[in-house]
């Protein structure tokens, strides 16, 4: 045997083995698979996140689930805030759907107008245990498309030092939006701190910032006739007011999303900024309290009810499933120990709320505006909306633009995604 | 042996069957299957139809053409300051001077640090109250209070390009420095002995000879800071106002945060345009370089 036919002789052995290989990786993830199928059916479900933000009682409540319900076991997987909703789309739109999946309530228009989630077969009964603007965010063409997971209130923190600091009562915090700036705008002018934490970052929480003051100051973005009223007088002032916060809060807002305030804040920097629940734990070495959002002229106490719901996707085969795991999690009991785990606000005003209260006062400024809490706008692309949103708002703290063209800049755009 | 012959002409493309199958799946595959989605509505729904070139006409008709621009000025830019700052660091990385070896391998950490952790870092240093530059801007009386580098427009957008200098200078420089270190001692020699002094060498000997790798490093550097994502999108995710989206983030926004994936393949399409015609030039002075060199054998 010559050198070319050893190293073809070679070669050829090479090829063989490969291919024998991989014909037996076929082989075994096939009979897996079949197997796995065989005993139990895995019921994917993508949460966002990771396990410490609620997961321990998340994973007790699917492993009672399976308990009684032995021919499913739930695949959970945890995908990182960024990607999770992506992942979730991306997988439905290319034909290879999650069971279930924890989606932005507001992107549920958008996925049922796509045929990409079935409704969530909710009873009265089960709808009643919601408060009204609550089930709103969930709810179109009269169907119920995910079951509300996380929801969340927003309120303004202030500084109590600070506020001594500058001369001002600790104990009084603004309550309509000339105090806030008045306040703000005496704690930058008396002391080495920024009176107020603006956000106005390309991060959708300056749209849900901005919709804060929208809400406070009696304005909407779509009507209940699913008409476009964003271009309103209401909405006008608040972005001159939120344009005009800019000169009492830390130079440069664009460079802060609602989070990034937090250390500013928890470092005495900031004297007030307006977000969620879960910045108490977060705000450990100042003397703060908490109040509702101050209210804007036109408007009354109010703010923006955000929920992330469990949507069930179309195309599973397990839909069925999918829709009662999904109605078990989200049950008052189950919902109530994953909010108290998660540090979120609860949903129900469910008998263990009154212990909250009373264990923690600070519950009652994100509790109190439910009942007059305006919901995120429902639209078909609520990307495009946030973008619109988002650039009217940079717009005006750039100088670009001014706010009442601003305001009808993004009215004429959100027409397009209604 | 004729047969044998023939089976010996099939064998090389035998062996090179399984990289051409594995290279057609996860190149060619995707790349049809773009320009296929490029001509269609396809989105969320599950159903697409043909568009013809409705996609192409709808983003020549809004901001695409200024997003092209505004990323070429990004790429040229950093591009520009990566080369200028490689060559000067390989140069002075081939100096003698005691201690180079440890001074190479301190040069490598921007390039080894995973690049999401580098630029949170960068997005610390660029911050008004808490970072590094605003604080000694302040302290050596440059700025008069603390200065967001991401919340103004030309600011962020030179932020991006510092940050992916950042990032991309050591590779140049290695490159360039392994370049140097082939030019033959003697060259330098002999022009030192013809009395050329330190500048005229690196002008006359240094440069003519490593300038091949530096035409293929700008054209490869070209290419990856053209497709650059992570670095923008972690630090401005393309704002203020779309200040610092180039085509790569745009093609994101639409294909991925919107998902109009037909809007979003048409996008892509124009940057397979764009880097194939790089590689077109880069290949082309490849092939340049090679025949020079092959003539330059010849005559000595």
């Known amino acids: ?124 009964e089960e709808k009643a245990s919601y408060a009204a603007p609550i089930l709103a965010t969930v709810t179109a063409n009269g169907q119920v498309w995910g079951a509300p997971r996380a929801f969340s209130t927003k309120a303004l923190f202030w500084n109590k030092d600070l506020f001594a600091a500058a001369g001002l009562d600790p104990e009084t915090p603004p309550k309509t939006w000339d105090e806030m700036y008045t306040f703000a705008s005496t704690v930058k002018e008396k002391t080495d701190a920024d009176g107020f934490g603006l956000s106005a970052a390309s991060f959708n929480n300056t749209m849900h910032q901005f919709m804060n003051y929208v809400y406070t100051n009696g304005g909407e973005v779509i009507d209940a006739d699913g008409e476009i009223v964003f271009n309103s007088p209401n909405n006008v002032e608040a972005l001159t007011f939120y344009g005009k916060m800019a000169e009492v809060s830390e130079p440069g807002p664009i460079a802060y999303d609602r989070d990034k305030l937090h250390p500013l804040f928890n470092e005495a920097k900031i004297a007030m900024m307006i977000t969620g629940p879960w910045a108490r734990a977060e705000i450990t070495d100042v003397n703060w309290d908490v109040a509702p959002i101050p209210v804007g002229p036109r408007g009354r106490p109010s703010t923006l009810l955000i929920t992330d719901s469990l949507a069930v996707f179309k195309g599973s085969g397990m839909e069925d499933a999918a829709g009662d795991l999904a109605r078990f999690l989200t049950s008052p009991d189950n919902q109530f120990e994953f909010e108290k785990s998660a540090g979120l606000t609860p949903l129900r005003n469910v008998a263990g709320v009154a212990d909250l209260r009373k264990e923690d006062p600070s519950w009652g400024a994100f509790l109190d505006a439910v009942e007059t809490g305006g919901p995120e706008p429902f639209v078909t692309d609520y990307v495009a909306l946030e973008d619109a949103i988002i650039e009217a708002v940079q717009g005006v703290l750039l100088g670009e633009v001014k706010p009442a063209d601003a305001i009808a800049e993004a009215a004429r755009r959100l027409e397009e995604v209604k | 042996m004729r047969a044998l012959g023939g089976h010996q002409a099939c064998f090389p493309y035998l062996l090179l069957m399984p990289a051409l199958v594995v290279t057609l799946a996860i190149v060619g595959w995707p790349l049809v299957e773009t320009v296929r989605l490029s001509f269609t509505d396809a989105a969320l729904k599950p159903t697409e139809n043909y568009v013809g070139f409705a996609n192409y006409a709808k983003i020549f008709n809004g901001s695409f053409p200024s997003v092209i621009a505004r990323t070429f000025v990004w790429m040229t830019t950093s591009v520009g300051l990566k080369i200028a700052i490689g060559t000067a660091a390989a140069t002075l990385l081939n100096a003698s001077v005691p201690g180079r070896n440890v001074i190479r391998v301190l040069v490598m950490p921007p390039w080894i640090v995973p690049i999401a952790i580098g630029v949170f870092m960068w997005s610390w240093l660029y911050n008004g109250q808490f970072g590094m530059i605003s604080g000694l801007g302040q302290r050596f009386g440059l700025l008069s209070g603390p200065f967001e580098f991401l919340a103004f427009k030309d600011a962020a957008f030179l932020a991006t390009i510092v940050t992916d200098v950042w990032i991309g200078t050591p590779m140049v420089a290695l490159y360039l420095l392994a370049a140097m270190q082939s030019i033959p001692a003697d060259l330098h ?34 290419i990856w800071t053209f497709n650059s994502f992570d670095i923008i999108w972690i630090l401005t995710e393309g704002g203020p106002r779309d200040a610092t989206t180039t085509m790569i983030i745009d093609t994101f926004k639409t294909a991925i945060s919107r998902n109009r994936y037909g809007e979003g393949a048409a996008r892509a399409v124009m940057i397979v345009i764009f880097l194939s015609l790089f590689s077109g030039v880069y290949f082309y002075l490849l092939a340049r370089l090679a025949r020079r060199a092959i003539r330059a054998g010849g005559e000595r």
């Open chain 2, 189 to 222: 020699e002999a022009a030192w002995c013809d009395g050329a002094g330190r500048f005229y060498r690196f002008r006359r000997v240094t440069l003519p000879l490593i300038m091949p790798s530096i035409a293929t490093m700008t054209l490869l550097s070209a």
């Open chain 1, 1 to 124: 045997m010559n050198f070319r036919q050893k190293q073809r002789e070679e070669t050829v052995k090479y090829l063989t083995t490969m291919t024998v290989l991989m014909a037996l990786g076929v082989a075994f993830s096939f009979v897996q698979t079949t197997t796995t199928r065989a005993e139990t059916a895995t019921l994917h479900m993508i949460v966002c996140g990771d396990y410490e933000w609620g997961g321990e009682a998340a994973e007790r409540h699917i492993g009672k689930w399976e308990a009684a319900n032995p021919s499913y076991s739930v695949e959970l997987e945890y995908v990182p805030w960024g990607q999770c909703q992506e992942k979730s789309k991306t997988l439905a739109a290319a034909g290879k759907p999650p069971a279930l999946a924890y989606m932005g309530s507001r992107t549920l228009k958008q996925l049922a107008q796509n045929d990409l989630i079935v409704p969530i077969a909710m009873s009265d």
